[in-house]
């Protein structure tokens, strides 16, 4: 949070508009909002109670407009080149093909305000099968640490289940061709990344 919230800022240091898609309990846009106020801010999540916490949260920090839109961010009618900053923490390995991938990703562009940038953290894949192994491995071991064999396969059972998460250097390539000027890693550790894109 850290890391994304402080490269927003550097891209740019006063945003008025922001969007926060998955938003859950509004953490990000709560670390945001440590650096600067008023912001307006846009919340979407598919739990109703995660959006009234977030409303609760940051409506005590930031005196600026919030608004909470319940729903999956795909068919939720957003305006166009409007945000300063738009956040989608653990949310996009939920996406399906390609076709789903590259739709979500010109719709984040699309709504990006001119000089206004995204910003990631999520789960990611490899694309070397071998690599993709040994970091799958490295996870595992830290979950079994946490809940053991368990909970290693309760957590691998529901990933391949549900998510379908891409490779940095896939999205990082989808960045650009839906139109982000500028692309920029900022974290990777095993099976998760920081990363994003400007918008000129």
Request: aromatic share 8%; with cysteine.
């Amino acid at each position: 949070m850290e890391l994304i919230t402080q490269a927003a800022l550097a891209c740019c240091p006063h945003p008025k508009l922001i969007l926060d898609i998955g938003c859950g309990a509004g953490n990000n846009t709560l670390k945001l909002l440590q650096s600067v106020s008023p912001v307006h801010c846009d919340l979407i999540d598919l739990s109703l109670p995660m959006l009234e916490r977030a409303r609760e949260r940051i409506s005590k920090v930031n005196e600026g407009d919030i608004r909470t839109l319940q729903g999956d961010f795909r068919t939720i009618e957003l305006p166009s080149d409007h945000y300063d900053v738009v956040f989608a923490a653990a949310v996009l390995h939920h996406l399906r093909d390609d076709a789903d991938w590259e739709a979500a990703f010109r719709k984040i562009y699309e709504i990006t305000a001119p000089g206004g940038s995204v910003w990631v953290t999520d789960m990611v894949s490899h694309e070397s099968q071998m690599v993709h192994a040994l970091m799958w491995e490295r996870y595992g071991q830290y979950l079994e640490s946490l809940g053991g064999s368990e909970y290693r396969e309760k957590v691998f059972d529901y990933i391949d289940r549900e998510d379908s998460p891409r490779p940095v250097t896939y999205q990082m390539e989808l960045l650009r061709k839906v139109g982000f000027d500028q692309v920029e890693i900022l974290h990777k550790n095993s099976c998760f990344a920081a990363f994003g894109g400007i918008k000129g």
